[in-house]
């Protein structure tokens, strides 16, 4: 493929990129209505003051428990690299203990 | 570390603890929650490990002690889902509010948070994603703690 039918084809996908961006913005107020909003901030007092953990633990109680296990997986992945099985948490574990005693 | 370090930091990490534990425990009412104050409690428990070094820290942490809590968070929290599940026919659903009233009075009794607010089980998930938190991020730091050990494994 030449040098100028890229740019071409790279020009032709940019200003489509520009032209959807730029008539999103054009017009941005009448495009968006706030019915989800109205809706949560109705029903978020009758739960709990905190209108964040209603969304978080409530609305979206689902997706908290992904990013709990999000964690898990990173803290599982460190464990896995860096420790290799080596790694103690500090106290002394059963089957240390046991071979401890065996010495 | 230096000998002034070691006399202020178990009063000031014990007070770190109890302020992440207030913020989990009032989640639902003060800005904050489970994973704000989850992350606080292992602050503390980080500054004791790292300046008393992890063989003197006060706070033993056995791998047993830290999976159980793990696991026990992150079975709390599905358990929680699952109950919702069962009793509602939705997952996680909120069955101490009861938005919908599906669900009947002596469950919705069962699983209301006994405070003024009654925010259902929105303060049980709090508690329970703070436990899982306290675990990951303090366990992460220990593994980097711990890691010259098998830095020198590997030199041998």
């Given at each position: 493929m030449s040098e100028g039918l890229r740019n071409l084809i790279a020009s032709i996908a940019l200003l489509l990129f520009a032209v959807t961006l730029f008539q999103t913005i054009y017009g941005f107020s009448k495009a968006v209505y706030p019915g989800v909003s109205y809706i949560y901030n109705w029903v978020g007092p009758h739960i709990a003051p905190n209108m964040v953990t209603n969304v978080v633990f409530d609305w979206r109680g689902y997706d908290t428990l992904g990013e709990a296990l999000i964690l898990v997986t990173a803290v599982i992945v460190v464990l896995l690299i860096?420790?290799?099985?080596?790694?103690?948490?500090g106290g002394k574990n059963e089957d240390e203990e046991n071979k401890e005693e065996n010495r | 570390m230096s000998t002034i370090l070691k006399l202020f930091v178990f009063p000031i990490s014990i007070i770190i603890i109890l302020v992440g534990l207030n913020t989990i425990l009032g989640g639902h009412i003060t800005p904050g929650g489970g994973f704000q104050g989850g992350a606080m409690i292992a602050g503390g428990l980080i500054l004791c490990i790292i300046v008393y070094g992890l063989k003197e820290s006060p706070f033993k942490l056995s791998h047993n002690f830290m999976a159980s809590l793990e696991s026990a968070g992150a079975l709390g929290y599905v358990i929680l889902g699952l109950a919702g599940l069962a009793f509602?026919?939705?997952?996680?659903?909120?069955l101490g509010v009861?938005?919908?009233?599906?669900?009947?009075p002596f469950i919705q009794n069962l699983f209301d948070?006994?405070?003024?607010?009654?925010?259902?089980i929105i303060p049980y998930l709090n508690f329970m994603v703070g436990i899982k938190v306290l675990v990951g991020l303090s366990v992460v730091v220990i593994a980097f703690l711990e890691s010259d050990k098998i830095l020198g494994e590997d030199e041998q």
């Open positions: 860096f420790g290799r099985g080596m790694v103690d948490l | 509602s026919g939705f997952y996680l659903y909120n009861d938005l919908y009233h599906i669900v009947p948070y006994p405070d003024p607010v009654h925010a259902g």
